[in-house]
């Protein structure tokens, strides 16, 4: 069993900074891309930002700058440093996995974090 635990959301107000937290855990675990992506009320789940295994990262153009992605392997622990943050921001961040276990490719999401930014 993969699971994964996210942590860091809250209320901030804007101009402020969070950090997000997911790290997964399971036996057998080999972790590949890593991400972050966020669903606003009545909005598609869009990517924000992700990260393969040798630390390329990508992200959407409206965090570009403000958002840092980042990873520790030996942790299998991906992080999310928000600054500069807008009251758009505002949305349920999801971590999600892609991993090998014992030879089968999978995925994984997180529960789900509430991050709101008041203006």
């Given at each position: ?82 600054n500069s943050l807008k ?11 892609l991993y090998n276990r ?18």
């Open positions: 069993q993969v699971q994964l635990v996210e942590s860091g959301g809250g209320l901030v107000q804007a101009g402020g900074s969070l950090r997000l937290s997911c790290a997964a855990s399971g036996n057998g675990l080999s972790i590949n891309a890593m991400g972050w992506y966020r669903q606003a009320p009545g909005q598609q789940r869009e990517l924000v930002a992700s990260i393969t295994r040798d630390s390329s990262t990508n992200y959407a153009d409206s965090v570009k700058g403000r958002f840092t992605i980042s990873r520790d392997n030996a942790k299998n622990t991906v992080y999310l440093q928000m009251p758009e921001d505002t949305a349920v961040y999801y971590c999600n996995v014992y030879g089968f490719k999978d995925e994984r999401w997180g529960q789900g974090t509430q991050v709101t930014v008041s203006s």
